[in-house]
C-alpha cells in the first residue's frame, strides 16, 4: 500500500501544476481573442487583393510581366516554415516542421543534396530544430514574434522577394498552421514566389483592367504591397492557431490534472483506511494477549 506522506506529496504536486495549466489556458484565451480578431478582419481583405493580384499578373503580357511572376529552372528553394516561440502547445510546432520536411522530401530533395536549399524559420521552435540538424538557416527573422508587426513581416517578406528578383532563390513556399477554430488549425503549404498563375488563365482573359495611373505604378507598387500582406497574413494565421493550441493543450492538461487528483485521493483514501485498520487490529489484539495474562 503507497505511504500517506508520498500520496499527500503527489496529490500537492498535481494540485499545483493543475493551476499552471489553468493559468496558461486563461492566458492563451485572452491572447486568442486578440490574435482571432486580427486575421478574421485581414482574410477578406487578403482574399480579394490576392484574387485581383492574380488575375492582373495574368493580363500583364510581354514587358509588362512583373519580375514577381517570372518561372524559372528550379535551382535554388527557401522554405519560411513558421511556427512559435514556445511549447506547451500540442502538435501544433511538430505538425509544421513535418509539413516542412515532406515537403523537402516530395519536391526540393534534389536542391537539398546540392546546397541549394534554405530555410527561414520564423519562431524560436522552428529555428532549432533545423539549425541542430544542420540544415542551411537564414537566422535573421526567427524571434518575429517577440513583438510582433506588420514591419518586422515587411522586413522578412522583403528579404525573400528580393532574394527571388536577384536571383538567389528560384522558388519561395510558406509553410504554416491556418486557423479554424480554437480545436482545429489547418497545416498549409502554398507557393509564395513566383506569384501562382494556376488555373487562371481562364480568369486572366476574361477580366478586362483599366490601370490607373499607369501599368509602371501597379507593376512597382500594388505587387509587392499585395505579397508583403500575404506573407503577413501567414503569420497571423499561425499566432491565432499557436495560441488556440495551447488553449486546448492547457484545458486537457488540466482535467487530465483532475482525472489524476481523483485517483490519487481514491488511493489516499484507501491507505488512509488501512492504516487505521492496521492500528485497531494492533489495539484489538494487544487488548486480547492482556486477557489472556
Not at 513556399?173 to 507557393?191: G, S
Request: aromatic fraction near 8%; glycine fraction near 4%; charged fraction near 30%.
Amino acid at each position: 500500500m503507497a505511504n500517506l506522506k508520498e500520496v499527500r506529496t503527489r496529490i500537492q504536486s498535481v494540485k499545483s501544476t493543475q493551476q499552471i495549466t489553468k493559468a496558461m489556458k486563461m492566458v492563451a484565451a485572452s491572447k486568442l481573442r486578440k490574435a482571432q480578431d486580427a486575421i478574421l478582419q485581414m482574410r477578406p481583405y487578403v482574399k480579394k487583393l490576392y484574387g485581383i493580384l492574380e488575375n492582373v499578373t495574368v493580363s500583364l503580357k510581354g514587358d509588362q510581366k512583373s519580375e514577381y511572376s517570372l518561372d524559372r529552372d528550379i535551382e535554388k528553394v527557401l522554405i519560411v516554415v513558421i511556427t512559435s516561440d514556445r511549447g506547451l502547445c500540442g502538435a501544433f510546432n511538430t505538425n509544421a516542421v513535418k509539413a516542412g520536411l515532406n515537403l523537402i522530401k516530395e519536391k526540393y530533395q534534389a536542391q537539398e543534396k546540392n546546397n541549394q536549399l534554405w530555410i527561414l524559420p520564423l519562431g524560436n521552435k522552428s529555428f532549432d530544430y533545423f539549425a541542430k540538424r544542420n540544415y542551411q538557416v537564414i537566422d535573421n527573422f526567427y524571434e518575429i514574434f517577440g513583438d510582433l508587426s506588420f514591419d518586422k513581416a515587411k522586413e522578412a517578406a522583403e528579404f525573400a522577394m528580393q532574394g527571388f528578383i536577384k536571383g538567389d532563390f528560384d522558388q519561395v513556399e510558406l509553410v504554416y498552421n491556418e486557423f479554424k477554430n480554437v480545436a482545429t488549425q489547418i497545416l498549409k503549404t502554398e507557393q509564395f514566389l513566383p506569384i501562382a498563375k494556376e488555373e487562371k488563365e481562364e480568369i486572366g482573359s476574361s477580366t478586362d483592367y483599366i490601370f490607373e495611373p499607369s501599368v509602371e505604378f501597379i507593376i512597382k507598387e500594388m505587387i509587392p504591397r499585395t505579397l508583403k500582406v500575404q506573407f503577413y497574413k501567414a503569420i497571423l494565421e499561425s499566432n491565432a492557431s499557436e495560441h488556440g493550441a495551447r488553449m486546448t493543450a492547457m484545458d486537457q492538461a488540466t482535467e487530465n490534472a483532475g482525472d489524476l487528483l481523483n485517483d490519487l485521493r481514491l488511493v489516499y483514501n484507501r491507505s488512509r483506511q488501512a492504516a487505521i485498520t492496521n492500528e485497531i487490529l494492533e489495539i484489538v489484539g494487544g487488548a486480547e494477549a492482556l486477557k489472556n495474562e
